[in-house]
């Protein structure tokens, strides 16, 4: 335990501490109780979340006790946008959210063994307070002028939108959320990202007042893309956790392709690898940015990590065979049609020429540029070259009956989907 917040800082998982010293040695100290809180504002959590998933499972490996909230009250607010006021979710739809969650969660923590992390939903313990309770026992505690401080808060006053009583209240749900949790389980550890910030401290604010007590917080940096976005669904660029919204396979591309700049930090956040392993595939970067040595780790272990190793597996033998020699007739229907789903390509029928696919799929501007490609033997079809300009696509060639793989070159990928 005692080299924890070490680690943590290390790999780039520490933004702020509301006291460094004094959680250093609570963490010495023994097993402490902490949580982190998601909000199912969406059908799923995404990449940004992963960042607190991680951190939680690192603290339960060192002995901690944690506990997961998902919120299913503060689902139903709201957490304040600094642009616009969010749109109200039903309380069915926010109840599917909560499950879907619970279950990914689960995923990534341990809830048996000897250690067992807690799931609590904090619906069961805001959902029987009356208006009256609410504001006597906890509004009594904040003071509207330092609410208004909250920087998400603070942007909505000073814009034309102004800001709804509903999410303006939303720091007093999150901070009566720390304090039943230290009330009830001992908590004295909340973490989140760093624009939670101001939320948290709502809560340490709330059980210093009412019990007299100090407890922690530390907060993550916020991950950004290349455009210094920070990722999440409002921000239009949400890499799911779920595989129904977020393939297995483009997953796995997506952490394939990260920038160099971006691979070690995302590497150190994201994996076990230790320093020196981490030091060797930076040198790799450095020297040998072809390879993408980097990348290929990190891809095929995040992806591992969300998906499972059967998951990884099945998207490494697609790429092989997509962008290699590999056989793509062994893909499975799932596979392939995410594999495929992002290529360019078009639609043709059953007994068309290899020459009239070339051209209705866009590899060859016309039949005698398509004819030229494959007398020159630079078209091949499912990975088998094509040296038949007359040649015909039967039905055995569309994979799953549903797309054939054309392939100028060595990198120029197509997708002729059989059409109806």
């Known amino acids: 335990m005692s080299d924890l917040l070490d680690e943590l800082q290390w790999r780039g998982l520490v933004a702020q501490t509301t006291d460094e010293a004094a959680l250093r040695e609570a963490l010495d100290g023994g097993p402490l109780t902490m949580y982190v809180g998601f909000d199912p504002t969406a059908p799923s959590l995404h990449f940004g979340n992963l960042v607190q998933l991680v951190v939680v499972r690192r603290m339960q490996r060192a002995g901690h006790h944690v506990i997961c909230l998902v919120g299913g009250s503060t689902g139903l607010i709201g957490d304040p946008k600094p642009d616009s006021e969010r749109v109200l979710r039903t309380k069915e739809q926010v109840a599917d959210a909560v499950a879907a969650i619970r279950s990914q969660v689960e995923a990534f923590l341990d809830f048996d063994g000897d250690n067992p992390a807690r799931m609590v939903n904090n619906l069961d313990w805001t ?21 208004i401080k909250k920087d998400a808060v603070s942007a909505r006053l000073n814009s034309d939108a102004g800001i709804s009583y509903t999410e303006f209240s939303y720091q007093i749900l999150q901070g009566l959320d720390y304090l039943h949790l230290f009330r009830e389980l001992g908590c004295t550890l909340q973490t989140g990202a760093v624009d939670q910030w101001g939320n948290i401290l709502a809560g340490v604010d709330l059980i210093r007042q009412t019990e007299g007590e100090h407890v922690h917080v530390l907060t993550t940096p916020l991950l950004t893309d290349s455009t210094g976005r920070k990722y999440g669904k409002s921000e239009g660029n949400a890499i799911w956790l779920d595989p129904a919204m977020t393939s297995p396979y483009a997953f796995y591309q997506y952490f394939l392709n990260v920038e160099d700049a971006e691979v070690v930090k995302l590497l150190k956040v994201f994996t076990d690898l230790g320093a020196d392993q981490v030091a060797d595939l930076e040198k790799q970067v450095r020297e040998e940015p072809f390879r993408r040595a980097a990348q290929r780790t990190l891809a095929e272990q995040v992806t591992t990590l969300v998906h499972g190793p059967e998951a990884t597996r099945a998207v490494q033998d697609a790429s092989a065979a997509l962008f290699g020699k590999g056989d793509v007739t062994v893909l499975d229907e799932r596979t392939l049609a995410d594999a495929t789903a992002e290529l360019p390509g078009g639609e043709v029928a059953v007994g068309v020429t290899i020459t009239d696919a070339l051209v209705a799929s866009g590899v060859a501007d016309s039949r005698n540029a398509a004819r030229r490609l494959i007398a020159e033997g630079g078209v091949s079809l499912n990975n088998v070259k094509v040296g038949d300009p007359e040649a015909v696509l039967v039905e055995e060639d569309f994979l799953h009956g549903r797309v054939a793989i054309v392939k100028r070159g060595r990198k120029h990928l197509v997708a002729v989907r059989r059409s109806a």
């Open 127 to 147: 959902e029987g307070i009356s208006a009256l309770d609410f504001l006597r026992d906890y509004g009594k505690y904040f003071r509207v002028n330092g609410m």
